[in-house]
């Protein structure tokens, strides 16, 4: 059983950066591909960003450039560090572990961007 903990979401201003931190326990996170995800009102839940266990990572379209994704295997913590804010990114920020038996989800932070 694998639990994960975000933190660091908040309101911030266009503009502005936040990391989010995702803490797992449970298992060998170092194994585990690592992923973000967000879903904004009315909307379907979309990938963000993902890194592999040794590393390799993805981002979608959207973010490339503004946002970074990074692990810490010694912490069991994978990070979203979110540069350049826009109003568009207000969203629940979810963190997935996959474990190649199973997926588990966070229980989302909120990210507010607004003046």
């Known amino acids: 059983q694998v639990q994960l903990v975000e933190s660091g979401g908040g309101l911030v201003q266009p503009g502005g950066s936040l990391r989010l931190s995702c803490v797992a326990s449970?298992?060998?996170?170092?194994?585990?591909?690592m992923g973000w995800h967000r879903q904004a009102p009315g909307n379907q839940r979309e990938l963000v960003a993902d890194?592999?266990?040794?590393?390799?990572?993805n981002y979608a379209d959207s973010v490339k450039g503004r946002f970074t994704i990074s692990r810490n295997n010694a912490k069991n913590t994978v990070y979203l560090q979110m540069n350049h804010l826009k109003p568009g990114d207000t969203a629940v920020y979810y963190c997935?572990?996959?474990?190649?038996?199973?997926?588990?989800w966070g229980q989302g932070t909120q990210v507010t961007v607004s003046s």
């Open positions: 997935v572990a996959d474990t190649q038996i199973r997926t588990y």
């Open positions: 449970g298992g060998t996170f170092r194994l585990y591909y």
């Open positions: 890194i592999t266990s040794v590393g390799t990572t």
